[in-house]
């Protein structure tokens, strides 16, 4: 700043002002500007940091980096945050508690300026020490009750209502569902969803057409095969997320069981897959590019100061998109 001050002849005050996004002059700023790309300067923004105790940089937790869901969700965040000025340090838990307790500590020892998270935690117990720094945090997918925070979810339980109601209105009476892990919200979620959407036509759901699985191809594929052995007359499944989807429709093929001849399937998520695969897959979808927004837009929102308090929620309604992977059966 020295350099550029000698070079123009200005105040460091104006000089600083400028660096830091303040208006000054049109003739400051072109002579500051010029001085700046004559003497190769950049900030240096650790420096920066140190001094205004901002990083300009957002953590971000996810429980699987090989998850496409979340994948999609991280590359929208980073576009907006960019745009404004902040990276991001992206943190893979592995679908571990613990690990995702240790990527909190290490993000808020990095002097992150917030965290946004897919939690793997129930408790929320990672998350008291960004919160007892004062940092914004905003959850997406998932909600921790009791914690102020703010959060971007989708309406679960009306997505799995769609997708049953459709079956049911195709004429299909044993329909099961492949569910995420028990103590996951969004698992939980779709879960009362799918009972709501029997009880809504009177009929008691039946409780050995439910499947769990746990996010993964690889739980799909067992929890398909776990379900098939157990009820051999099943008609029809939905399955609650795209990894176990996909696992699902490997697991039918292993069988030789001809979709939707032998079993209608409602997937979830991924556009892609359920026009590349045959029959075209009929897929309840989340508006990813809107709940990746969401969640940029409510962070600088927090970090901007403006609202009163944390703990807004934002719910976004999903899509059922039809295929070709549900057959209508006759009705007795």
């Given at each position: 700043?020295?350099?550029?001050?000698?070079?123009?002849?200005?105040?460091?005050?104006?000089?600083?002002?400028?660096?830091?996004?303040?208006?000054?002059?049109?003739?400051?700023?072109?002579?500051?500007?010029?001085?700046?790309?004559?003497?190769?300067?950049?900030?240096?923004?650790?420096?920066?940091?140190?001094?205004?105790?901002?990083?300009?940089?957002?953590?971000?937790?996810?429980?699987?980096?090989?998850?496409?869901?979340?994948?999609?969700?991280?590359?929208?965040?980073?576009?907006?945050?960019?745009?404004?000025?902040?990276?991001?340090?992206?943190?893979?838990?592995?679908?571990?508690?613990?690990?995702?307790?240790?990527?909190?500590?290490?993000?808020?020892?990095?002097?992150?300026?917030?965290?946004?998270?897919?939690?793997?935690?129930?408790?929320?117990?990672?998350?008291?020490?960004?919160?007892?720094?004062?940092?914004?945090?905003?959850?997406?997918?998932?909600?921790?009750?009791?914690?102020?925070?703010?959060?971007?979810?989708?309406?679960?339980?009306?997505?799995?209502?769609?997708?049953?109601?459709?079956?049911?209105?195709?004429?299909?009476?044993?329909?099961?569902?492949?569910?995420?892990?028990?103590?996951?919200?969004?698992?939980?979620?779709?879960?009362?969803?799918?009972?709501?959407?029997?009880?809504?036509?009177?009929?008691?759901?039946?409780?050995?057409?439910?499947?769990?699985?746990?996010?993964?191809?690889?739980?799909?594929?067992?929890?398909?095969?776990?379900?098939?052995?157990?009820?051999?007359?099943?008609?029809?499944?939905?399955?609650?997320?795209?990894?176990?989807?996909?696992?699902?429709?490997?697991?039918?093929?292993?069988?030789?069981?001809?979709?939707?001849?032998?079993?209608?399937?409602?997937?979830?998520?991924?556009?892609?897959?359920?026009?590349?695969?045959?029959?075209?897959?009929?897929?309840?979808?989340?508006?990813?590019?809107?709940?990746?927004?969401?969640?940029?837009?409510?962070?600088?929102?927090?970090?901007?100061?403006?609202?009163?308090?944390?703990?807004?929620?934002?719910?976004?309604?999903?899509?059922?998109?039809?295929?070709?992977?549900?057959?209508?059966?006759n009705r007795e």
């Amino acid at each position: 700043m020295k350099d550029i001050a000698k070079q123009t002849g200005l105040g460091l005050a104006t000089i600083s002002k400028y660096l830091n996004g303040g208006n000054v002059l049109e003739a400051n700023r072109i002579a500051i500007e010029n001085a700046i790309e004559e003497l190769n300067f950049h900030v240096n923004e650790f420096a920066r940091g140190l001094k205004t105790n901002k990083s300009k940089t957002i953590g971000v937790v996810i429980p699987e980096l090989s998850n496409i869901f979340c994948t999609s969700i991280i590359t929208c965040i980073e576009d907006i945050l960019r745009q404004n000025g902040y990276g991001i340090l992206v943190c893979d838990c592995r679908t571990d508690a613990k690990l995702e307790y240790e990527a909190t500590e290490f993000l808020v020892n990095k002097m992150v300026d917030g965290i946004i998270n897919m939690p793997v935690s129930s408790d929320g117990a990672h998350l008291q020490l960004p919160l007892s720094k004062n940092l914004p945090v905003v959850l997406i997918d998932r909600k921790i009750e009791g914690l102020p925070v703010d959060a971007v979810v989708v309406n679960n339980i009306e997505a799995s209502q769609k997708a049953i109601e459709h079956l049911l209105q195709k004429g299909h009476k044993d329909i099961g569902i492949i569910c995420g892990p028990k103590d996951v919200f969004t698992s939980n979620e779709r879960l009362l969803g799918y009972n709501q959407a029997f009880i809504k036509k009177g009929i008691l759901p039946n409780q050995n057409l439910i499947s769990y699985g746990d996010y993964t191809v690889e739980g799909g594929h067992s929890a398909l095969k776990e379900l098939l052995k157990r009820e051999p007359h099943l008609s029809a499944v939905f399955v609650t997320n795209y990894e176990m989807t996909l696992g699902a429709i490997i697991a039918l093929n292993e069988l030789g069981i001809k979709m939707p001849e032998q079993i209608s399937l409602i997937g979830f998520d991924n556009l892609h897959l359920a026009q590349v695969i045959k029959p075209k897959l009929t897929i309840i979808s989340q508006p990813i590019t809107q709940i990746a927004q969401s969640a940029a837009h409510m962070m600088l929102k927090r970090l901007a100061g403006i609202g009163i308090s944390a703990g807004e929620t934002i719910n976004l309604p999903t899509e059922l998109l039809m295929g070709e992977s549900v057959l209508t059966k006759n009705r007795e």
